[in-house]
């Protein structure tokens, strides 16, 4: 089983800000089979990203996703005020596993 | 625009066995794999497995022992039975489908509300 490692646990940071989150692969991740979402209180998860890269539908270019081998970034580049929730990144080229998330906060 | 919604019993005593349905509304069931996913009280998303819409199956190895996925194309839904269950198994349960039509493993990008289920 892939195990996926996301840090930071927790980020601070203000609106406006940039948010810079990783999540890191216990083994190679081929094909850059790599998603991101975003989960907010009491919501079903939300997809972002993926295919390490690829913004889904609806979603504002402010999200970008990049990587590849082992090691995954998600970045915010201005956080919005909609923005503060946990994200999670899901492999899904070897059966699928998530992180255990990220939380943005103010 | 397609919309998955759960069901079922938000209470299960320990050792009953628990049984949600995943309605699809606003599209077919057939084409796709579909999945469940549950999430622990603050806690993390975990996979659970999925069924394609011919009934093939694929199960979490943690799982699989308690675990029936199926599908009933007629009424255009599938259902999870996990048996055994125990107060860990309490969760929020979600269905998903995944982007392409293809791929038994994918990004999610339909999901429905979850339901929650408390063991006890």
């Known amino acids: 089983e892939i195990v996926l490692t996301q840090s930071p646990g927790t980020l601070s940071l203000s609106p406006g800000e940039r948010a810079t989150l990783s999540c890191r692969a216990s083994q190679r991740v081929s094909r850059s089979y790599l998603a991101w979402y975003q989960q907010k209180l009491g919501q079903a998860p939300r997809l972002l990203i993926y295919g390490t890269s690829s913004r889904a539908t609806g979603i504002p270019d402010r999200f970008s996703g990049s990587g590849s081998g082992t090691d995954f970034t998600l970045t915010i580049t201005r956080l919005e005020p909609e923005d503060f929730a946990v994200y999670y990144c899901?492999?899904?080229?070897?059966?699928?596993?998530f992180g255990g998330g990220t939380k943005v906060e103010i | 625009q397609i919309q998955l919604q759960e069901s079922g019993p938000g209470l299960v005593k320990p050792s009953a066995t628990l049984s949600l349905i995943c309605s699809v509304s606003g599209g077919s069931i057939s084409g796709y794999y579909w999945t469940w996913i549950r999430q622990p009280p603050g806690k993390g998303l975990e996979w659970i497995g999925y069924i394609y819409y011919s009934g093939t199956t694929n199960y979490n190895p943690s799982l699989k022992s308690r675990l029936t996925i199926s599908v009933d194309t007629s009424k255009n839904q599938f259902s999870l039975k996990l048996s055994s269950v125990t107060p860990a198994d309490t969760a929020v349960y979600y269905c998903?489908?995944?982007?392409?039509?293809?791929?038994?493993?994918?990004?999610?990008?339909?999901w429905g509300q979850g339901t929650m289920v408390t063991v006890s």
């Open positions: 998903a489908r995944g982007l392409e039509m293809v791929y038994a493993f994918d990004a999610f990008d339909i």
């Open positions: 899901q492999q899904y080229d070897t059966s699928t596993t």
